[in-house]
């Protein structure tokens, strides 16, 4: 399971208030309905919790388009952003080229932009091991909640660094 060994997210409630001053962004494929779905879903609903209401959601075709989406709210200073996306294996190269864009874009744009890009873009061999990782009821990891919670922690830590 890939889950195993996962740091256990969670925001120390005296950061609360700072999440509700950032500004976060979701770009988010079409893809495989389902999936997406709970993946958009479980990952609003985590940063409901830690106070960001209402986070920007930009929904792009497919994968491949994660990173222009993305790059477009780094460009307005988004303070994390969190891309979501689900490709699954199929006969042809396909699946590679388009998880390697989709990987190596959305790293690129982090490392240049230095904005958090939380990656929550699943890459299957098959539709049932998507599901496993949605958040659906009898899914085995949550991994909207998982990108979500990962971008803005990690903004929460590079906003720190000018406090020292």
């Known amino acids: 399971m890939s889950g195993t060994g ?19 962004g979701i770009v988010a494929a079409q893809w495989h309905t389902e999936v997406m779905d709970a993946l958009l879903d479980n990952a609003r609903e985590a940063l409901a919790e830690i106070g ?24 307005r200073r988004y303070d994390a952003i969190i891309a979501l ?24 744009l982090a490392v240049e932009s230095g904005i958090p890009v939380g990656f929550g873009v699943l890459t299957c061999d098959t ?21 979500a919670l990962s971008a803005v922690a990690t903004a929460l830590t590079l906003k720190g660094l000018g406090e020292h």
């Open 85 to 108: 996306g689900v490709v699954v294996r199929g006969g042809t190269p396909h699946f590679e080229y388009v998880c390697r864009a989709a990987t190596d874009g959305l790293a690129k």
């Open 127 to 147: 539709e049932q091991q998507a599901l496993d990782r949605a958040g659906l009821p009898g899914s085995a990891e949550d991994k909207g909640r998982e990108a």
């Open 52 to 75: 960001i209401a209402e986070p920007r959601v930009l929904r792009v075709p497919g994968c491949f388009e994660l990173p222009v989406a993305a790059y477009a709210m780094a460009k």
């Open 6 to 24: 996962a740091p256990q997210l969670v925001v120390d409630p005296a950061d609360l208030r700072k999440c509700a001053q950032l500004r976060v």
